[in-house]
């Protein structure tokens, strides 16, 4: 936070400096929701990645998409040099309510946070690895070790974060 440079980035060209890790926000439904969108985002990643070079590091983009079938979808989109992902996306249906989707992008970036510190790995085969233990693709959506951590600690967070 102190003397740190990273920059809020939003899809008309403006940058902001937030001091914490990178975002893009694309196809926001409501203009005027995207400042709390923006706040929840820098306060999530904040909480779930304490470790500010690694948060600094990291690159989120937030799109809504009409055409998902799910509230929300975190992907890697690139990775770095030592291939550990450092790019995200993250996209959202722009049909729920606010209090929802700051719900499902509380829950979207705990993904982030484990797909950046290594704990979760995709595979170009669909299967997962989660602390060391591969898991099928068929495995029960609530039954994912990922899954019941990304629940529990979305509404931690989103706690804090109306305490804020």
């Known amino acids: 936070m102190f ?9 008309n060209g403006l940058t902001y400096n937030t001091n914490y890790m990178q975002f893009k926000i694309l196809n926001c ?12 985002a820098i306060f999530y ?3 779930l990645i304490p470790d500010t070079r690694l948060r600094n590091r ?17 992907s890697v989109e690139d990775y770095n040099t030592r291939k550990q992902p450092r790019e995200f996306l993250i996209e959202i249906h722009p049909g729920l309510g606010a209090p929802t989707i700051l719900s499902v992008l509380a829950h979207e970036m705990v993904h982030v946070k484990q797909l950046a510190k290594g704990v979760l790995k995709t595979r170009k085969t669909g299967s997962f690895i989660w ?3 591969r898991y099928s693709k068929k495995t029960e959506y609530l039954s994912m070790p ?11 967070i989103l706690r804090r974060a109306f305490q804020a």
């Open 29 to 40: 439904p409501d203009k005027d929701f995207r400042p709390y969108l923006e706040r929840a």
């Open 45 to 47: 990643a904040k909480e």
């Open 146 to 156: 990922w899954e019941i951590e990304a629940f529990s600690k979305q509404e931690l």
């Open 3 to 11: 003397g740190i440079r990273v920059w809020f980035i939003i899809n």
């Open 131 to 133: 602390a060391g233990k």
């Open 58 to 74: 990291c690159f989120t983009k937030i799109r809504f998409d009409a055409n998902i079938m799910e509230y929300g979808y975190c």
